[in-house]
Antibody, heavy 119, light 107 residues
């Protein structure tokens, strides 16, 4: 079955960087975009950006421009999201999701990775 | 950015009730509207895509309608497992945006 499995929880200090991975299985990895969404505790869903695993093209939400990088390693069917210059407000659960080629719905989602930024 | 406004923000209902959640977009998004269900500690789950297409395995008590700027999610007869938070999402144009969520609670 189609599945996205993310890396485990992270604890980082302010100013540090984090890289979250998202390993895909059950489909041809480079044929569907991967998007990243985050959710602070008790809050709603915030879209961060997209990546095309076939060519590596990316697009980021303006809020994260200059601070986020989305990459992939096609040899191991894994997408990555790196966020730099972390601050306490980045504490959240980060999700990856596969994007439909038809009308861009997100399905499935990874299980989420909790990032805690604290000094 | 395309703003997505859901109402109500929270809702108390009983098992067996019919419930409707609305989602309004700040511009036309045609039928690029998706609904997700999220339970505590879990990832969102796609329920309905393209405004009205029920995903495989999703009970038929869920239905979606609308186009342009106004959309609805209806649960015809609430079951205990339906108590969760529901989000609409526009996937018409980047930045992709979500409604603020509707928390459905047991009365």
């Amino acid at each position: 079955q189609v599945q996205l499995v993310q890396s485990g929880a992270e604890v980082k200090k302010p100013g540090a960087s984090v890289r979250v991975s998202c390993k895909a299985s059950g489909y041809t990895f480079n044929t569907y975009d991967i998007n990243w969404v985050r959710q602070a505790t008790g809050q709603g869903l915030e879209w961060m950006g997209w990546m095309n695993p076939n060519n590596g093209n990316t697009g980021y939400a303006e809020k994260f421009q200059g601070r986020v990088t989305m990459t992939r390693n096609t040899s191991i069917n894994t997408a990555y999201m790196e966020l730099n210059s972390l601050r306490s407000e980045d504490t959240a659960v980060y999700f990856c999701a596969r994007v439909s080629r038809m009308m861009n719905w997100f399905d499935p989602w990874g299980q989420g990775t909790l990032l805690t930024v604290s000094s | 950015d395309t703003q997505m406004t859901q109402s109500p923000s929270s809702l108390s209902a009983s098992v067996g009730d019919r419930v409707t959640i609305t989602c309004r977009a700040s511009r036309s998004i045609r039928t690029y509207l998706n609904w997700y269900q999220q339970k505590p500690g879990k990832a969102p789950k796609l329920l309905i895509s393209a405004a009205s297409t029920l995903q495989s395995g999703v009970p038929s008590r869920f239905s979606g309608s609308g186009s342009g700027t106004d959309f609805t999610l209806t649960i015809s007869s609430l079951q205990p497992e339906d108590f969760a938070t529901y989000y609409c999402q526009q996937s018409y144009i980047t930045p992709i945006t979500f409604g603020q969520g509707t928390r459905l609670e047991i009365k």
